[in-house]
């Protein structure tokens, strides 16, 4: 259950961010970045767009929707990363059984 609960008190933000969506923000400032880079950087996918172009846009969604709507900062223009090691969790869920 600590892989779905557990908390991350630092951590490499960028490299985390580059080994999951293949980008790496320009200011990461406490673990959050700008709602606004994640939507400039991962645009709607187009009818050719590859198998993981796809899945970057829709971590990149979950993320703005995390931000913007479920868990937004006084802004409401950062998310923090932390949402993004939840994503790590989803791929390995398949040898959790």
């Known amino acids: 259950m600590s892989l779905l609960t ?8 960028g490299a985390i961010y580059y080994d999951l969506l293949s980008a790496i923000p320009d200011n990461i400032c406490g673990g959050q970045i700008e709602i606004g ?3 400039d950087t991962f645009p709607e996918p187009r009818n050719d767009s590859t ?3 796809r899945i970057q846009y829709a971590w990149a969604y979950i993320l703005k ?4 709507y479920l868990m ?12 993004l090691l939840k994503f790590v969790d989803f791929i390995a869920t398949d040898e959790l059984s």
């Open 72 to 83: 937004p900062d006084l802004s409401r223009n950062l998310v923090h990363l932390r949402w």
């Open 51 to 53: 198998e993981v172009e």
């Open 6 to 13: 557990g908390s991350i008190q630092s951590a490499d933000w």
């Open 65 to 68: 929707i995390i931000g913007g």
């Open 37 to 39: 880079w994640l939507r």
